[in-house]
């Protein structure tokens, strides 16, 4: 119906996304009334607002050019049928919301007309157009909908739920986890020296904010650091990876502190990323993946080159599988770089060490710059399962491996059992990089001037622990093994409580802090989706989400393989809130799977 009235022109399309909103062309509109208003329902508390917005949006149709193919109202317009087509109080939000930007660019558009001013000089058609095609599904539309429902909420809306739970991202702190103390007294020490005089702080917590104080400019954490980091904690970080890797030397010019681990992985990949047409760079990343890695391929005008891994083996990597992503991906770009993710985001699993020497061998044949994100390296539940990090089975394999295969590995203080994510600390390690590109990485560092020293402080305790003599010694580890403790048990419970619900299945949570369950979803819910223009995982979360309060990411946004469908679903929620929600979530897909059979 949509895609008709487009053809016919602007006042017949918005006219027809009119009529598809909940309750659309059910009374006829006032004599008055434009094309879009006739076919408009009784809104009842809702209409104001939409009507409104449909004046304005009828208004903006009789402006040049509006709704003209590949345009951006085209797009908004396309947004709010799918959104309208839900039906029910989610199809009034989303098409609120949307009807809103139409109205707000309909106001711009005729003020603008009115005072004889040219068009914006950057404008969606305009701009860039790799930022366009960004896409970043962890805080994507679903999210922004989950933001409204906990607004609607506050407002006193009724819904059938209470409270939107957010299990789509790994923010610890956010669903109730405590923060470390002995971290949070230093922190506090070092951004309010006066507290060294308190009787209040442990004297082991003055002693670390009075070392990491003199190492700062000024003596304050309000200095910029050099743009490496601090060098004192760069020092640390390398101790912790000697510690960490069983005594193979780490060298604080090869580490690089960073806005978390986030702000690394780009800037890696921006040194490596080059050329057009079919000499295009491309970098092996692993699908499900976490979608950071895809978004900034796309800004980068890189080519995305997807090796899948094995879900019938609990997400394991097949080095044959990188072979044919390897040699598909050379028809049509250079590749360049191979990803890994271990523990496995959203997968998680943990790879074993022989697998790891399946990848390094397979990176140094091919000539794979390797980047190994390993931020939840502490966090491994499962029995059997042990951390390898890449550079100590690389070091530990000896030549020519050892001393030839690029490497960068990167770690952060936003997962572990810090889950400090606000804080934004985080480091890479580079490993046989030519000294001139660390060079460049270093100039490219300096742009940004330096990571946030919160974060900096924060890395440097996570690195640097009490030590066995320090009097917080005992509460830090206490602390630490609770956290760990409740995230393998949450763990479990997921895997377990999925595996009971019919038309689920959830491998093992070996390490992180996601489960990534598989779900069957009826022909006739695929085939509902696709009239709506969605992914039809998409379509079952934003269900989900709007029945429940349940906020999940759909497996679409983090790539599967054809006809299958997934969610992410982080395990932190308070064990309390956590075996309800997972209980509610199956229930709800049953009922799904009922109303579509």
Request: hydrophobic share 40%; aromatic share 8%; proline share 7%.
């Given at each position: 119906?949509?895609?008709?009235?487009?053809?016919?022109?602007?006042?017949?399309?918005?006219?027809?996304?009119?009529?598809?909103?909940?309750?659309?062309?059910?009374?006829?509109?006032?004599?008055?009334?434009?094309?879009?208003?006739?076919?408009?329902?009784?809104?009842?508390?809702?209409?104001?607002?939409?009507?409104?917005?449909?004046?304005?949006?009828?208004?903006?149709?009789?402006?040049?050019?509006?709704?003209?193919?590949?345009?951006?109202?085209?797009?908004?317009?396309?947004?709010?049928w799918r959104g309208a087509k839900m039906g029910g109080p989610r199809g009034l939000?989303?098409?609120?919301?949307?009807?809103?930007?139409?109205?707000?660019?309909?106001?711009?558009?005729?003020?603008?007309?009115?005072?004889?001013?040219?068009?914006?000089?950057?404008?969606?058609?305009?701009?860039?157009?790799?930022?366009?095609?960004?896409?970043?599904?962890?805080?994507?539309?679903?999210?922004?909908?989950?933001?409204?429902?906990?607004?609607?909420?506050?407002?006193?809306?009724?819904?059938?739920?209470?409270?939107?739970?957010?299990?789509?991202?790994?923010?610890?702190?956010?669903?109730?986890?405590?923060?470390?103390?002995?971290?949070?007294?230093?922190?506090?020490?070092?951004?309010?020296?006066?507290?060294?005089?308190?009787?209040?702080?442990?004297?082991?917590?003055?002693?670390?904010?009075?070392?990491?104080?003199?190492?700062?400019?000024?003596?304050?954490?309000?200095?910029?650091?050099?743009?490496?980091?601090?060098?004192?904690?760069?020092?640390?970080?390398?101790?912790?990876?000697?510690?960490?890797?069983?005594?193979?030397?780490?060298?604080?010019?090869?580490?690089?502190?960073?806005?978390?681990?986030?702000?690394?992985?780009?800037?890696?990949?921006?040194?490596?990323?080059?050329?057009?047409?079919?000499?295009?760079?491309?970098?092996?990343?692993?699908?499900?993946?976490?979608?950071?890695?895809?978004?900034?391929?796309?800004?980068?005008?890189?080519?995305?080159?997807?090796?899948?891994?094995?879900?019938?083996?609990?997400?394991?990597?097949?080095?044959?599988?990188?072979?044919?992503?390897?040699?598909?991906?050379?028809?049509?770009?250079?590749?360049?770089?191979?990803?890994?993710?271990?523990?496995?985001?959203?997968?998680?699993?943990?790879?074993?060490?022989?697998?790891?020497?399946?990848?390094?061998?397979?990176?140094?044949?091919?000539?794979?710059?390797?980047?190994?994100?390993?931020?939840?390296?502490?966090?491994?539940?499962?029995?059997?399962?042990?951390?390898?990090?890449?550079k100590k089975v690389l070091t530990e394999m000896g030549p020519p491996y050892a001393?030839?295969?690029?490497?960068?590995?990167?770690?952060?203080?936003?997962?572990?059992?810090?889950?400090?994510?606000?804080?934004?600390?985080?480091?890479?390690?580079?490993?046989?990089?030519?000294?001139?590109?660390?060079?460049?990485?270093?100039?490219?560092?300096?742009?940004?001037?330096?990571?946030?020293?919160?974060?900096?402080?924060?890395?440097?305790?996570?690195?640097?622990?009490?030590?066995?003599?320090?009097?917080?010694?005992?509460?830090?580890?206490?602390?630490?093994?609770?956290?760990?403790?409740?995230?393998?048990?949450?763990?479990?419970?997921?895997?377990?409580?999925?595996?009971?619900?019919?038309?689920?299945?959830?491998?093992?949570?070996?390490?992180?802090?996601?489960?990534?369950?598989?779900?069957?979803?009826?022909?006739?819910?695929?085939?509902?989706?696709?009239?709506?223009?969605?992914?039809?995982?998409?379509?079952?979360?934003?269900?989900?989400?709007?029945?429940?309060?349940?906020?999940?990411?759909?497996?679409?946004?983090?790539?599967?393989?054809e006809g299958t469908y997934h969610f992410r679903m982080t395990i932190l929620p308070?064990?309390?809130?956590?075996?309800?929600?997972?209980?509610?979530?199956?229930?709800?897909?049953?009922?799904?799977?009922?109303?579509?059979?």
């Open positions: 119906m949509w895609a008709g009235a487009a053809a016919q022109g602007p006042l017949a399309t918005t006219a027809a996304t009119w009529a598809l909103l909940p309750g659309g062309g059910q009374r006829q509109a006032p004599p008055e009334a434009g094309p879009i208003s006739a076919c408009a329902p009784a809104w009842g508390p809702e209409r104001p607002a939409l009507w409104e917005a449909a004046v304005a949006v009828e208004q903006e149709a009789r402006a040049p050019r509006f709704l003209r193919p590949g345009s951006v109202t085209q797009e908004t317009g396309l947004l709010c939000g989303l098409g609120r919301a949307l009807l809103g930007v139409m109205a707000l660019r309909a106001v711009e558009h005729s003020q603008e007309a009115a005072n004889g001013l040219k068009e914006k000089v950057l404008t969606l058609d305009s701009m860039n157009p790799c930022v366009r095609r960004v896409e970043y599904a962890v805080r994507g539309p679903i999210v922004q909908r989950a933001l409204e429902l906990e607004q609607e909420l506050r407002q006193g809306v009724k819904k059938p739920f209470t409270e939107v739970i957010r299990a789509n991202i790994g923010d610890a702190q956010a669903m109730g986890q405590i923060p470390i103390t002995f971290p949070r007294q230093v922190l506090a020490l070092c951004v309010h020296p006066d507290l060294l005089n308190s009787p209040d702080f442990p004297d082991d917590a003055k002693r670390r904010a009075e070392r990491i104080l003199q190492a700062c400019g000024g003596h304050s954490l309000g200095a910029y650091s050099i743009s490496a980091g601090v060098q004192m904690i760069r020092e640390d970080v390398a101790r912790y990876i000697e510690r960490r890797d069983g005594g193979i030397p780490a060298d604080p010019n090869n580490i690089f502190l960073s806005t978390g681990a986030s702000d690394a992985i780009v800037t890696v990949l921006k040194l490596l990323v080059t050329g057009e047409g079919r000499t295009r760079t491309g970098v092996l990343i692993p699908t499900p993946q976490y979608p950071l890695y895809s978004a900034a391929l796309a800004e980068f005008n890189a080519v995305q080159v997807d090796y899948y891994l094995d879900e019938e083996r609990a997400w394991a990597l097949d080095v044959a599988e990188l072979r044919r992503a390897l040699r598909q991906a050379r028809d049509h770009c250079r590749p360049r770089a191979l990803c890994v993710i271990n523990p496995g985001n959203p997968t998680g699993q943990v790879q074993t060490r022989a697998c790891i020497e399946d990848v390094i061998r397979f990176a140094f044949e091919e000539r794979l710059f390797l980047l190994a994100d390993e931020v939840y390296q502490d966090n491994v539940y499962a029995e059997g399962s042990q951390f390898h990090s890449f001393a030839r295969q690029e490497l960068a590995s990167f770690h952060s203080i936003s997962k572990g059992f810090m889950g400090e994510c606000g804080f934004r600390g985080g480091y890479v390690e580079v490993v046989n990089m030519d000294a001139a590109v660390k060079q460049q990485m270093q100039k490219l560092r300096s742009v940004r001037l330096c990571p946030p020293t919160p974060g900096q402080v924060l890395l440097d305790v996570a690195v640097s622990p009490p030590a066995p003599s320090d009097p917080s010694f005992a509460q830090f580890q206490a602390e630490r093994r609770a956290v760990l403790a409740e995230l393998a048990a949450k763990a479990k419970l997921t895997e377990q409580v999925f595996n009971e619900a019919p038309g689920i299945r959830c491998n093992p949570v070996q390490g992180a802090m996601y489960s990534f369950p598989r779900m069957e979803l009826p022909p006739r819910a695929v085939q509902r989706a696709q009239e709506l223009g969605l992914a039809p995982d998409m379509f079952f979360c934003l269900r989900l989400l709007e029945e429940t309060g349940i906020c999940v990411v759909p497996g679409s946004g983090f790539g599967q393989r308070p064990m309390e809130k956590l075996r309800p929600l997972l209980e509610k979530l199956s229930q709800f897909h049953a009922k799904f799977t009922c109303e579509y059979s």
